[in-house]
């Protein structure tokens, strides 16, 4: 993330003094909804007939700080398959970039977006004769929202914000179903998440849906924040 973008981030909704050279008040710098910044993904993933390899066709699209971000991130056009693969690289360890397709990444449009083909190994275990298959979401929120066990200080998000997915896995001819990942419906103060998972024939839908209420989490409640990421 580049300084520029750090910088905007840190100064919403924060307590600011404010001087006129007559008088000082302190005023709360404005923050934008979650919806305002959000992120939506389309992963279309196949089963290799080898039972090995996950290989999936995806589309993201960016709005408000995203939009930003990933323009920063990718402003060098020549190196910018080489740093989206450093991306997916980190939320799917041993990926590799097949191939990738950039929009209105040099536009001043309020979102950008990309398409990209994407082989993920070690997604699938045998167990007795099944095969057990660890979904793939483009965030993973553990690892990068609540690495820490313990906090000595509140954890600030960068952002408020929200995303949705959709996640279709088509299984080799002659397979079934055997379960999916329960419905799941979480609402509270700090986040909202939903995820449904349907079977079909030979293939799986998945959706699943996530907004961010607080930026701040004080320390007290990190324990339930990491439960829930």
């Given at each position: 993330?580049?300084?520029?973008?750090?910088r905007?981030?840190?100064?919403?909704?924060i307590?600011?003094?404010?001087?006129?050279?007559?008088?000082?008040?302190?005023?709360?710098?404005?923050?934008?909804p979650?919806l305002a910044?959000?992120?939506?993904?389309?992963?279309?993933?196949?089963?290799?007939p080898?039972?090995?390899?996950?290989?999936?066709?995806?589309?993201?699209?960016?709005?408000?700080?995203?939009?930003?971000?990933?323009r920063?991130?990718?402003?060098i056009?020549?190196?910018?398959?080489?740093e989206?693969?450093?991306?997916?690289?980190?939320?799917?360890?041993?990926?590799?970039?097949?191939?990738?397709?950039f929009?209105?990444?040099?536009?001043?449009?309020?979102?950008?977006?990309?398409?990209?083909?994407?082989e993920?190994?070690g997604?699938?275990?045998?167990e007795?004769?099944?095969?057990?298959?660890?979904?793939?979401w483009?965030?993973?929120?553990?690892?990068?929202?609540?690495?820490?066990?313990?906090?000595?200080?509140d954890l600030?998000?960068?952002?408020?914000?929200a995303?949705?997915s959709?996640?279709?896995l088509?299984?080799?001819p002659?397979?079934?179903?055997k379960?999916?990942?329960?419905?799941?419906?979480?609402?509270?103060?700090?986040?909202?998440?939903e995820?449904?998972?349907?079977p079909?024939?030979?293939?799986v839908?998945?959706q699943?849906?996530?907004?961010?209420k607080?930026?701040?989490?004080?320390?007290?409640?990190?324990?339930?924040w990491?439960e829930?990421?």
């Open positions: 993330m580049s300084d520029d973008c750090i905007a981030l840190r100064e919403r909704g307590d600011a003094l404010v001087l006129d050279g007559k008088s000082h008040q302190i005023v709360r710098t404005p923050e934008l979650a910044s959000r992120v939506d993904a389309a992963l279309r993933v196949t089963l290799r080898d039972g090995q390899l996950l290989a999936f066709q995806a589309q993201e699209r960016w709005n408000g700080w995203f939009a930003s971000n990933f920063s991130l990718l402003n056009e020549g190196k910018r398959r080489e989206f693969g450093k991306i997916l690289s980190y939320r799917y360890p041993g990926s590799k970039l097949v191939s990738v397709s929009r209105d990444l040099d536009s001043l449009s309020e979102s950008a977006g990309v398409e990209y083909a994407l993920v190994p997604r699938v275990r045998r007795e004769g099944t095969l057990r298959i660890n979904m793939i483009p965030s993973a929120m553990a690892r990068s929202l609540a690495q820490e066990t313990t906090r000595h200080y600030v998000l960068w952002s408020l914000w995303g949705e959709s996640f279709s088509v299984l080799p002659g397979s079934t179903v379960t999916v990942p329960a419905p799941l419906a979480l609402d509270n103060d700090l986040l909202t998440y995820l449904r998972c349907t079909s024939g030979t293939s839908a998945c699943r849906r996530l907004i961010f607080r930026r701040e989490i004080p320390k007290e409640r990190y324990p339930e990491r829930l990421c």
